[in-house]
């Protein structure tokens, strides 16, 4: 298994632009995980999902932030518009019921929105 | 609220001398701890978890309910142990709250 799955890995965007990260999990794990990681506020969970539900989406900065996941094996992260502060590693990560501890996690998508 | 506390950013350490890294943490109940490792170049990656009682590369950590700490040791850094640390908890509700994180830096 190639683990979690995260593209793209580098983004550069103008503000104003709309930005989607994607993130294919492992498969048969049922809980998926977005954060975001900044030297300031370290690693901030924006959203998860259980069996492809939001279950809590409280971590979502603002209505600009969107997050989706059709299938089992898809989920993707939308920011319209994005902003200078929006830059920062995004992280998706996935696990099993039953492993609320063992987080996998993608490598990440480094972005940066000028 | 629940919460995990890293209060250093950045620990630098010789190579050869013993790695204390600190958590400390405020949960209303019995809490499952976690600590994530992330290298350089590579994911963030579970190190280890307090229910195993683990020894993982040389590392060990310790639940002190009454300190409500799960401080990260080490008897004896090694240049590979430069990584940016997390302490995290796991909540009733299936995710985990991760601390803002330790720098370690092993000096030669």
């Known amino acids: 298994d190639a683990g979690v799955i995260q593209s793209p890995r580098h983004e550069v965007t103008e503000m104003g632009q709309e930005v989607t990260l994607r993130c294919k999990p492992i498969?048969?794990?049922?809980?998926l995980f977005w954060y975001r990681q900044t030297m300031m506020r370290g690693l901030e969970l924006l959203i998860y999902f259980n069996n492809n539900v939001p279950i809590d989406d409280s971590g979502m900065p603002e209505d600009r932030f969107s997050a989706k996941m059709p299938n089992a094996s898809f989920s993707t992260l939308k920011i319209q518009p994005s902003e200078p502060r929006d830059s920062a590693v995004y992280f998706c990560?996935?696990?099993?019921?039953?492993?609320?501890?063992?987080?996998?996690f993608g490598p990440g998508t480094r972005l940066t929105v000028l | 609220a629940q919460r995990v506390t890293q209060p250093e950013k950045l620990l630098s350490v010789f190579k050869g001398a013993p790695v204390e890294l600190k958590c400390n943490y405020s949960?209303?109940?019995?809490?499952?701890l976690f600590w994530y490792v992330q290298y350089s170049r590579q994911r963030l990656q579970l190190l280890l978890r307090?229910?195993s009682r683990e020894s993982i590369k040389g590392f060990t950590a310790d639940l002190n309910k009454g300190e409500t700490s799960f401080h990260l040791k080490k008897p004896f850094a090694q240049e590979e142990d430069s990584a940016m640390y997390y302490c995290?908890?796991?909540?009733?509700?299936?995710?985990?709250?991760f601390g803002k994180g330790t720098r370690l830096h092993i000096l030669p």
């Open positions: 949960y209303s109940g019995s809490p499952e």
């Open positions: 498969s048969g794990h049922d809980y």
């Open positions: 307090h229910i």
């Open positions: 995290a908890l796991s909540d009733r509700d299936d995710k985990i709250i």
């Open positions: 990560a996935s696990r099993v019921t039953g492993g609320p501890g063992t987080q996998y």
